[in-house]
C-alpha cells in the first residue's frame, strides 16, 4: 500500500501560467486536505474534499485557486495565472475517515514544491 | 476560531537533553496531532492524542483536555532529531518548533 503521491515535486511556473498539483490518497482513502507552507512559515490548511465533494474550503483564496477530488483518479488543486505569491510548499494529506475522529490519522504527501519565476 | 499556539519556536539543545515543546489550543476537541517535518523534506505524523500519554521510543506526548494544552517530550536526545515539531488541531497546525541537537 503505497503512501499519499504527491506530483510532480518541484514545478516551476512563468508568472500567469497555470499550475496543477496532484494528489493520489492512500489506497481506501476517501478524505483529502490540502495544505500550503509559505517559506518561513507554518501550514495553513486550504481545502478538505471527501470524494467528489467540498467539504471546508474556508482556507482557499476564493480567486484563481480550485480543488477537485474525482470519483476516479487524484485530487488536484489547481491554480491559475500564478503570481510570485503562489511560490510554495503544497501538501495534501489523506485519511479513511474524519482526521481526529475515532482514532483516524491523516498521511501526507512528500509535497509539491512550486516556484513562479 | 481555532487557535493554536507551540511554543518555543525555536530550541537548541546539546545530544543527550531531555526536550520539552508545549501546545496549547482554543477549541474543544476530540484529537490532537503531533507532526514531524526534517528540513525540505515531508511531515511524519508522530502521535494522534485524544487524552492521557502515549509513547513511541524516545518520543512521549501528553495531552490535558480540560486545559487544552500537550506536550511532546523527547528523552535522550540526539542529532537526528532535529526537524521542525508540528501541534495540529482540527485542520489547524501550530507555526511549529525548529529543534536543533548539537553533537
Known amino acids: 500500500n503505497a503512501g499519499v503521491m504527491q506530483n510532480p515535486r518541484h514545478l516551476v511556473r512563468r508568472r500567469g501560467q497555470e499550475a496543477r498539483l496532484r494528489c493520489s490518497p492512500m489506497k481506501g482513502h476517501s478524505h483529502v486536505y490540502w495544505y500550503r507552507q509559505l517559506p518561513e512559515e507554518g501550514l495553513k490548511f486550504m481545502v478538505y474534499l471527501q470524494k467528489e465533494n467540498i467539504i471546508d474550503e474556508s482556507g482557499m483564496p476564493k480567486e484563481r485557486f480550485s480543488a477537485e477530488f474525482p470519483k476516479e483518479g487524484p485530487s488536484i488543486l489547481r491554480i491559475q495565472q500564478v503570481v510570485r505569491g503562489d511560490s510554495a510548499a503544497y501538501f495534501c494529506a489523506s485519511s479513511p475517515r474524519v482526521w481526529g475522529q475515532r482514532n483516524t490519522e491523516a498521511f501526507f504527501g512528500q509535497g509539491t514544491r512550486l516556484t513562479v519565476v | 476560531k481555532n487557535e493554536v499556539e507551540q511554543s518555543p519556536q525555536n530550541l537548541t539543545a546539546q545530544e543527550g537533553e531531555f526536550i520539552t515543546i508545549n501546545c496549547s489550543y482554543s477549541?474543544?476537541?476530540?484529537?490532537l496531532h503531533w507532526l514531524q517535518q526534517h528540513p525540505g523534506g515531508g511531515i511524519v505524523s508522530l502521535f494522534m492524542?485524544?487524552?492521557g500519554k502515549k509513547k513511541h521510543g524516545r518520543l512521549i506526548a501528553t495531552i490535558n483536555i480540560q486545559e487544552k494544552h500537550s506536550s511532546l517530550h523527547i528523552t535522550a536526545s540526539h542529532p537526528r532529531d532535529s526537524a521542525v515539531y508540528i501541534c495540529?488541531?482540527?485542520?489547524?497546525f501550530g507555526k511549529g518548533t525548529l529543534l536543533t541537537v548539537n553533537p
Open positions: 492524542l485524544s487524552s
Open positions: 477549541v474543544g476537541i476530540s484529537a
Open positions: 495540529a488541531v482540527k485542520l489547524t
